[in-house]
């Protein structure tokens, strides 16, 4: 079962903006999202998947070098959904965009959304 979907991904031109979604799905067996630590994740082809930004149930939150100053994270409790807001993107940002939930059991993860960055 797939508890966690992705959405906001897309073709952008360098140094454009995405803003990419975490809901959960209508099979989301959990608490509210901010029970949880949340984090967005990033697969290239060819390249091991990268984490790319978490935010702790407190609201800190962490980047990977490569994103800091662009991305940011977020999270709306209200609406159990956690967000990316991608600027100023590079090609080398290509890749499949993935959101992950982390538990004391299994974590959950999306299905992923594809983000391309070409002229």
């Known amino acids: 079962q797939v508890h966690l979907v992705e959405s906001g991904g897309g073709l952008v031109q360098p140094g454009g903006s995405l803003r990419l979604s975490c809901a959960a799905s209508?099979?989301?067996?959990?608490?509210?999202?901010?029970?949880?630590?949340m984090g967005w994740y990033r697969q290239a082809p060819g390249k091991q998947r990268e984490l790319v930004a978490a935010?702790?149930?407190?609201?800190?939150?962490n980047y990977a070098d490569s994103v800091k100053g662009r991305f940011t994270i977020s999270r709306d409790d209200a609406k159990n959904a956690v967000y990316l807001q991608m600027n100023s993107l590079k090609p080398e940002d290509t890749a499949v965009y993935y959101c992950?939930?982390?538990?004391?059991?299994?974590?959950?993860w999306g299905q992923g959304t594809q983000v391309t960055v070409s002229s």
């Open positions: 992950k939930q982390q538990r004391q059991g299994p974590d959950y």
């Open positions: 209508r099979s989301y067996a959990g608490s509210s999202f901010n029970f949880y630590l």
């Open positions: 935010i702790t149930r407190g609201g800190s939150t």
